[in-house]
């Protein structure tokens, strides 16, 4: 999965993209320092993949992976190609989701485009953005749409009804994902791949003095904003982040717990893409290799072998499935197949999140 990190320029889009995955990105205070998108593969933490290599003795272990996207920052008038405006929207086209990163610091130091700090403004000048090049594309389409209902076929027809629906609603200034549909306009709604549409987490960027006291009134402007939207929140301090990348597991443990956070801002920005995403992990173990899957919730056993081999997918016969905290309860798979924990399930069994799994087939 691709995930577009985008923010107004010097809100530390930038800084964030380095910390969670250590790309080198460069970072100035300066409009438009990242002009070509700058692309970091992240491992999804997953603690499980370790105690479940323990106590197989396995030789690799290989955690599921993020693709993350640090796109140039942009200004009013991008949707009119303004700054790298058009470079901005072609990139965004091709992510699954949007990590929003929105200011909520204030620093003399850091200069900010608009000569003030009004995250609420800031997310505001992306949206709409994104809402005008949307307008100028469901345009195009509608106008293709009526075109084609001289050919009898009545799935233009819909495509029209729906496609001035989406119209009007964007007209108003609002995103394409707030948007109630029923299944079938929703499905053709996916087929027209739109700025707004895509899933978004706003990641409030605090100070470092922040952490860990009250929310500050910036990030509650942000909160209330996103909530209107049915979009995710995240708090977090890019600056901070960017310290932890530079630690080892027990320094960041201290590190952490000197600001009294459980967690770091990744693994919480990970949970949150796969809620966003809708997406699960499967475990496979085994002594040569302790790996992680990832599937979209719903999947059923034969795509998800289809993940690990084509071949597990045309051949499933049956799946054993082992819940993780039932595999360590009972110290293995032998042993919970001895407690008769290991269930058989069909073509029709839909993974669980941590389903610990091993697939039969036959080719």
Same mark, same amino acid.
């Given at each position: 999965?691709?995930? @577009? ?18 790309? /080198? ?10 002009? &070509? ?35 140039? /920052? ?73 075109? !084609? ?38 499905? !053709? ?22 952490? /860990? ?51 770091? @801002?990744?693994? =919480? ?27 979209? &919730? ?28 039932? !595999?360590? &309860? !009972? ?6 197949? &001895? ?6 399930? /069909? ?12 697939? =039969?087939?036959?080719?």
């Amino acid at each position: 999965m691709k995930l @577009g990190v985008v923010g107004l320029p010097n809100v530390g889009k930038s800084t964030l993209f380095n910390a969670i995955t250590q790309a /080198g990105a460069e970072i100035a205070n300066y409009p438009f320092c990242t002009i &070509e998108p700058n692309v970091g593969v992240v491992a999804v933490p997953d603690e499980r993949l370790d105690k479940l290599a323990a106590l197989y003795n396995s030789k690799k272990i290989t955690p599921t992976y993020l693709k993350f996207v640090d796109i140039a /920052g942009l200004v009013k008038g991008a949707s009119r190609g303004e700054g790298l405006g058009n470079k901005f929207l072609s990139h965004i086209r091709e992510v699954d989701a949007i990590v929003h990163v929105v200011r909520c610091f204030v620093d003399s130091n850091i200069t900010h485009v608009d000569d003030t700090i009004n995250p609420v403004a800031d997310m505001e000048t992306i949206n709409l953005e994104l809402i005008l090049a949307d307008i100028e594309t469901v345009n195009n389409r509608l106008a293709k749409a009526i075109n !084609m209902q001289k050919t009898g076929d009545k799935k233009y027809k819909a495509e029209a009804e729906l496609l001035a629906k989406v119209l009007a609603w964007l007209e108003s200034e609002k995103p394409a994902r707030t948007l109630l549909l029923d299944e079938d306009e929703q499905a !053709m709604m996916d087929e027209m791949l739109l700025l707004t549409s895509k899933p978004v987490i706003y990641a409030a960027n605090i100070a470092e003095d922040d952490l /860990g006291a009250p929310t500050n009134d910036l990030v509650k402007q942000v909160e209330a904003k996103a909530k209107l939207e049915n979009a995710e929140t995240l708090v977090i301090c890019a600056k901070v982040e960017e310290e932890l990348s530079k630690l080892d597991a027990e320094e960041k443990e201290m590190f952490l717990e000197s600001y009294g956070i459980a967690e770091s @801002g990744l693994n =919480r920005l990970v949970a949150k893409c796969y809620k966003l995403l809708h997406l699960v992990s499967y475990l496979t173990a085994g002594e040569k290799e302790t790996r992680a899957w990832t599937i979209n &919730e719903g999947t059923k056993a034969p795509q998800a072998a289809g993940k690990i081999h084509s071949d597990f997918e045309k051949g499933f016969i049956r799946a054993e499935i082992v819940p993780y905290e039932t !595999m360590l &309860e !009972m110290g293995g798979y032998n042993q919970a197949k &001895e407690h008769g924990k290991v269930r058989s399930e /069909g073509k029709d069994y839909v993974i669980k999140d941590g389903d610990v799994v091993l697939f =039969r087939f036959n080719v």
